[in-house]
């Protein structure tokens, strides 16, 4: 194994493995000595949460690491990670709008889907030209039978907390630069957590009343600020066994200038959170 630099950019909801029980895919920069991008890179498997506190790197913090490329998988940007050599560096902060965080990911930004799987790539960055919409749909509310003996089988002491099912998928329908039209669904730990946060603090006397306010504060933030006040990219990569399928991964949010921002939206800000 090699030690390196990486910026981590997003990190997707944990999901359950039969053979890694708990599982985070992250996907960052690999940067060289002089924290300089050099391309995208995939971490998988890592299994976040059994993480020592201080080895839990937050999203947009640099970490250095031992890692090797990962020999189970061929897309070019995956590479295993030894989890005891995670080092956490610094933390790349907002300031003047985003300007550290875009000099990391913009220079390794893509035209499209098509420029990605053209240069024989996985995973990058793209700016869609226009979104036709923001949508959420239902999903199943229990795990699969394989994965609840996987939950079951887990020590006590092995895992936080139980790992929660989220009973909603969240996405955006997009046109590319390409005129290429697309609908992908979001994978962002992030978007996840604001729903579940959101659910939690409401107000509402029923599950049901509490879930449908959370799936509204999710949309206010995803399409009424974002498609409004920010400068949208999405952090796409494919899937393992399923090549041809993208999905978003990451959101990229920068706001737009000052100059060209809509007057302000008349409902509750939210903050996302940093996982």
Known sequence: MERRKILIATKTYPSISTKYRETVCTAGVLLDDNEQ????????????????????????????????????????????????SIQILRKIGTEDDWSERKSFVLPLQFQSIQDIKDQGKSLGIIKPKSIIKYYYKKDKREWEDKQKATLDQ?????????????????????????????????????IFELYRKCRDISKKSTLEEREAEALEKVRQKLEIDFLNKKDLYFIVGNLKDHRQTFMIIGLFYPSISKESEPPEPNYTQLNLFDF
């Open 154 to 190: 887990l020590d006590f002491f092995e895992i936080p907390s139980n790992l929660e099912k989220i009973p909603y998928k969240f996405g955006y329908e997009f046109i590319e630069n390409n005129q290429v039209k697309h609908k992908y669904s979001i994978n962002d730990w992030e």
């Open 37 to 84: 991008p050099r391309e995208w890179i995939r971490i998988y498997p890592i299994r976040f949460r059994q993480l020592d506190f201080d080895q839990r790197y937050p999203r947009w913090s640099i970490i250095s690491a031992n890692i090797e490329k990962n020999d189970k998988d061929s897309r070019i940007e995956s590479y295993r990670i030894d989890d005891s």
